[in-house]
Nanobody, 121 residues
């Protein structure tokens, strides 16, 4: 069983920075990709950034140039560095992973519990 545990959310002023981290626990977890999604009240969940096992990255249009996703394939962790934060970045941020555990098991999608990010003065 794979569990994703997020950390790093909180309250920050506009223009500030936050770093989110997510650790995947589970025997022999082999992710194809890990990502961050977010969901604001009354809105659909949207992709923020994704990184594949080959380190290919992709970002939502609204965060390009401000957010950076990175991963440690050995530790199965993914981080999101968020700079120049805006009030519209306020949302619950969810860690996501697509992979197999163990490596010959079924391919599944996994979600973390979410961490709140609030950008406000």
């Amino acid at each position: 069983q794979v569990q994703l545990v997020e950390s790093g959310g909180g309250l920050v002023q506009p223009g500030g920075s936050l770093r989110l981290s997510c650790a995947a626990s589970g025997d022999s977890f082999s992710p194809y990709a890990m990502a961050w999604y977010r969901q604001a009240p009354g809105k659909e969940r949207e992709l923020v950034a994704i990184i594949t096992s080959g380190d290919t990255t992709n970002y939502g249009d609204s965060v390009k140039g401000r957010f950076t996703i990175s991963s440690d394939n050995v530790k199965n962790t993914v981080s999101l560095q968020m700079n120049s934060l805006k009030p519209e970045d306020s949302a619950v941020y969810y860690c996501y992973a697509d992979g197999r555990a163990p490596v010959n098991g079924p391919r599944r999608h996994y979600w973390g519990q979410g961490t709140q990010v609030t950008v406000s003065s």
